[in-house]
C-alpha cells in the first residue's frame, strides 16, 4: 500500500510533468508564452545552481547567456520527463565555457558565501557565527575540482538525486558516488585545515 507521502509525490510529479508537456507543446509551436512559462518555473533554480558554481559577480549574467541557449534549443526537447536534465545540461556546458574562458585570461570565478537563513529572534552574534560558517564552507567548496563542485551543488544544494545527477552529466550513478566520496573527504580536509 503506498503511503500518503508517495502519492502526494506522484501527484506533484504528474503534475509537474503536465506543465513540462504544455511549455513544450507552445515552444515547438514558437508560442512566446511557453518560453515565459519556463522561466517561471526555471529561472530561480537554474540561477541558484549558477550561483553556487560561479559566485553571485557572475551569475546573472551566466544566467541570461543559459536563457539565450535555453530560447535556441528548447523546441527540439521532445520528452518532458526530460526536460529538467537537458536544462542543467544547458546551464552545466554554459557555465563550463564560461570557467574555460575566465581561464585563458588567467582569472578565476569567485565564490561568494549565501546569505545565512537566520532565526529573526537571533542574537547579532549567533548570526555573525552561522555567516562565517557559512562563508567557510562556501570558500571550500569552491576551491574542489569542477566536477566534485558540480556533484556537491547538484546533490546537496540543488537536492537532485544520484540518478538525476547521472542523467544529467551523462555518467554512471557509481560516478556520482565517486565524486561525492571525494568532494566530502576533500571538504573535510579543506575545513579542517590541512
Known sequence: MRSTGARQGG???SAERRAHELI??????????????????WDRPLFYYVRRMLGDEEASDV???IWVEISRGVHRVGDAGALPAWL??????????????????GTEPLDEAPEPTTDERADPESIA???????????????????QREAVVLHFLND??????????GVPEGTVKSRLFYARRRLRE???GR
Open 129 to 147: 557565527f552561522v555567516a562565517a560558517e557559512a562563508a567557510q564552507v562556501q570558500a571550500a567548496i569552491s576551491r574542489l575540482p569542477f566536477n
Open 160 to 169: 537532485l538525486n544520484l540518478a538525476e545527477i547521472g542523467l544529467l552529466l
Open 11 to 13: 501527484a506533484r510529479e
Open 190 to 192: 579543506i575545513l579542517d
Open 88 to 105: 542543467y545540461r544547458v546551464a552545466r556546458n554554459v557555465v563550463a565555457d564560461h570557467i574555460k574562458k575566465q581561464a585563458g585570461r
Open 24 to 41: 513544450l507543446s507552445r515552444c515547438a509551436r514558437a508560442d512566446e508564452r511557453g518560453l515565459e512559462m519556463l522561466f517561471e518555473r
Open 63 to 65: 544566467t541570461q547567456d
